[in-house]
Every structure is written in structure tokens, then in C-alpha cells.
């Protein structure tokens, strides 16, 4: 028997160590070339390690949440072969392969509010499945095989399950989705179907900070820590950019569906060449403000594993069609937990909505080392004053929406913010300036 010592290659540029967020072997356990054995995690993405050699794992380099540095062992496998077979120029072979594919941890919604994301992602961690499948029976009890089935978000089923009730008794007031208003009417008038609240409450956890979640406690300390923020807000009446968004939806084709945000992003793009300070990047150590020339923008997304900010590339360069493709690729990639490296980092300003949930003001916390992030809030309709022509005054319905900037008070003012934001609503409330050369 011989030892082959598989050590950590280099799975990024600039990559130093990366965390352990799953172990798909154990120790004692009979691996295959090529089979996965762990997923490694950098600051960019989750990597998908696969054994290079067909043996027993006699070592394994650390518990999950562990940081394992570039070329430090990370298992060591009892190969078939004889002691001399299994040489250093051979591990140097393995180490200078290609690097293991890229894939999320974890995935999101574009913070779009209208078309936020539902699909469950695939779960890091989860054991390698036997070769040999050995016939069982569908362990899941009746009922939550029903419930299974039943159309619902994340949210709704987690709800559903702490209240202990079966989703397949609560019959959907529209559609086939069960809705929070489903679930608060079947608690009303459950009673008659058998349903008693659940008594016990839920256990007390423990939940290791590793993996997707550390990242973002980490660069979200770092931010607030480092950069002295400041919050504006200014209220938008965005009535005729909702008529105009609906007016280029009806004659859309076979084109995606238009929500806000592309509108959103042309007009930033539009007005960010007179405010060059917030479409920006700040070197603290060098003590450098990098302005960039193109807009490169980050649309923070949220994800079952947290929130993740994938990128827009030259955003500047695409039209409202363009825009919505790209946001609905991004997503779909993050669904699918096969969002590519070169789609994370680098942006230069970032776009953050909680769609329905804004809420009334957010202050977004900026994405480290941009200076600026903007969040749209809640649209809702009210009552305002309007001229009537003839020196007077009517009441008409608006739709009306806070737009809040949250900026690097190192690099921006707030005279620069502000200002910036006063052109942002002068482009929105006109809608018909955003597609004007």
C-alpha cells in the first residue's frame, strides 16, 4: 500500500486558503478517481474538490467551517498501488491539473420584488451517493409527501411547518400557490379539519457561522468598520414610468418581461457620467479613488445561503431588453447554484431592492470597496396635489416610490449625493428622456 497526500491546489487568483463547507467522505471511507470529495469555499465561489487517486481516506484535513491554506494537505489517501508508485512528481502532476469546476454554494432572487425566485437550491453538504442503489421505501410519512407537492414559497412551507400544519389541507383562496393568506385563513377556520396548533416551540440551536454566511458577516463588519456611511432619501413619483413600463410590456413579443429595475439601471447610467465620484471604487490602503469610466453594476441578490451581489458588466452599453436578459440570467444562474466566478466581483456601483418588502426608507449597507449603493423602496399609491392648468390645484392618484442612496462620506459629500439623486427623479419622473440620445 502507498500514501498519496492530495493537497489544496490553487483555485483562484490572488486565493490564499479557502473554508471547508462540506466533506463528502470520511475518514475510512472507499473513494474513486474523479469522485467529489469536498467543497471548498473562497471569497468568490464554492469549489467542488474531486479525488485524484482511487483509495481509502486515512486523514482528512479538518472539521467544516475549518480555513485549509493553498498546497496545505487536505487528505491523505491509502492508494492500491506499491510505496514507489505514488511519487512527489506525481502529486506535483495533480496539483498542476485543471482546477475543479465552479459552483455556488448556495442561490437567490434578483432583488426584483416582482419576480423573486422560489426554486430551491441544491444543498452543499449532502454525502455522495452509493454506486450501487438499494431499493428502500419513501421514507417521507403521507403527509409530507403531500405537502411536497403542494406549490408554495420558502417562506409559506417553513411557516407551515412550525405551526405543524399539513400544506395539502389548505386549499388556495387563488391559483394553486398557498399563499401567507391562505395559511392565516386555514388557522381561523381550521379547527373543523382537525388542526390544533402545535404546543411545543422550537428547539434551541446552535448554528456555526461557516461557509456562504461568514463571507457576508465578514465583508459586512468590514464595511461598516471602514466606511463612515451617510443615507439619503428622496421621494419619486414614478406614475408615468409605470404607464410607460406597462405600455413596453404589451408590445414586449417573445422579449422578458420589464419590472423596475432595468428602467432603474438606464436611468443611473444616464446620470452617472456628471457624478463620476459615486461610480467608484476606494483603495484604502493605497489611498486611491479608482472612478470608472464604465458602469459595472452589482445587483445584490438574496439566496437561501445568503445574499450574494452578482454583476452586470458594462451596464451602460445595454438597453432596457438587454438589462432584463441579463438580470433573469444572473438569477437563474444563482438559482441553479452555477453562477460563474467571472460573473462575481469587480462591480463599481450596486443597485439593492427589497421589492414588495421595501418598506418605507431602507439605509443598504455599501459593498466594500465601492463608495455608493442605491436602494428602490416600496411603490405605493396616494393622493397628491397636481396643477390643473389654470392656476389652480386638483387631487390625482401617484404612484410613488423612496429611492435611498447610502455613500463612502470619505469620497462623497452630501451636497454630491443628494444633487446626484435630484437628477435620478428629474430622468425618472420623465420617462421619455430615458431612451433619448
Not at 69 to 85: F, H, K, Q, R
Not at 354 to 360: D, V
Amino acid at each position: 500500500m502507498a500514501r498519496f497526500t492530495f493537497r489544496l491546489p490553487d483555485i483562484g487568483e490572488g486565493i490564499s486558503e479557502a473554508e471547508i463547507v462540506a466533506w463528502h467522505v470520511k475518514l475510512g471511507d472507499r473513494v474513486e478517481e474523479d469522485q467529489s470529495v469536498a467543497d471548498m469555499m473562497t471569497d468568490k465561489a464554492t469549489v467542488e474538490m474531486e479525488s485524484p487517486v482511487s483509495g481509502t481516506i486515512v486523514e482528512l484535513a479538518g472539521e467544516v467551517g475549518d480555513q485549509v491554506p493553498i498546497g496545505s494537505a487536505l487528505m491523505v489517501i491509502e492508494t492500491d498501488a506499491v510505496e514507489d508508485t505514488v511519487s512527489p512528481a506525481t502529486e506535483e502532476a495533480v496539483l498542476e491539473a485543471e482546477n475543479p469546476g465552479v459552483e455556488e454554494a448556495q442561490t437567490p432572487s434578483p432583488l426584483e420584488g416582482e419576480d423573486r425566485g422560489e426554486g430551491a437550491a441544491p444543498q452543499a453538504g449532502t454525502p455522495a451517493e452509493s454506486p450501487v442503489a438499494t431499493p428502500h421505501p419513501d421514507p417521507l410519512p403521507q403527509g409530507e409527501r403531500e405537502q411536497k407537492k403542494v406549490l408554495a414559497s420558502p417562506a409559506v412551507r417553513a411557516r407551515a411547518q412550525d405551526l405543524g400544519v399539513d400544506l395539502g389541507s389548505v386549499k388556495p383562496a387563488e391559483g394553486d400557490r398557498v399563499r401567507h393568506s391562505d395559511l392565516d385563513a386555514f388557522l381561523r377556520y381550521g379547527s373543523g379539519q382537525g388542526y390544533t396548533p402545535a404546543r411545543a416551540p422550537r428547539a434551541d440551536e446552535a448554528v456555526r457561522v461557516i461557509g456562504m454566511r461568514r463571507r457576508i458577516a465578514e465583508n459586512m463588519a468590514a464595511s461598516k468598520r471602514a466606511i463612515p456611511h451617510f443615507t439619503y432619501v428622496e421621494e419619486i413619483d414614478v406614475t408615468a414610468l409605470e404607464e410607460t413600463r406597462a405600455q413596453l410590456n404589451a408590445g414586449r413579443g417573445n422579449r422578458p418581461k420589464l419590472t423596475m429595475l432595468p428602467l432603474l439601471i438606464v436611468a443611473i447610467c444616464k446620470t452617472l457620467p456628471d457624478f463620476p465620484m459615486l461610480n467608484a471604487r476606494y483603495d484604502d490602503e493605497a489611498g486611491v479613488v479608482n472612478r470608472s469610466g464604465a458602469v459595472h453594476m452589482g445587483m445584490a441578490t438574496q439566496t437561501p445561503a445568503g445574499l450574494m451581489v452578482p454583476v452586470i458588466r458594462n451596464a451602460e452599453s445595454r438597453n432596457v431588453w438587454q438589462l432584463a436578459t441579463e438580470i433573469g440570467r444572473l438569477a437563474e444562474a444563482a438559482r441553479a447554484g452555477s453562477i460563474a466566478s467571472s460573473d462575481m466581483g469587480g462591480g463599481t456601483i450596486t443597485l439593492t431592492s427589497l421589492g414588495p418588502l421595501g418598506g418605507i426608507a431602507t439605509t443598504p449597507v455599501i459593498n466594500r470597496p465601492e463608495v455608493a449603493i442605491i436602494g428602490p423602496n416600496r411603490i405605493v399609491e396616494r393622493p397628491v396635489f397636481r396643477s390643473d392648468g389654470r392656476g389652480g390645484e386638483t387631487i390625482a392618484r401617484a404612484k410613488l416610490m423612496n429611492l435611498s442612496i447610502s455613500c463612502d462620506h470619505r469620497v462623497v459629500d452630501g451636497y454630491d449625493a443628494a444633487s446626484y439623486v435630484q437628477a435620478l427623479k428629474r430622468l425618472l419622473e420623465t420617462p421619455v428622456m430615458l431612451f433619448a440620445n
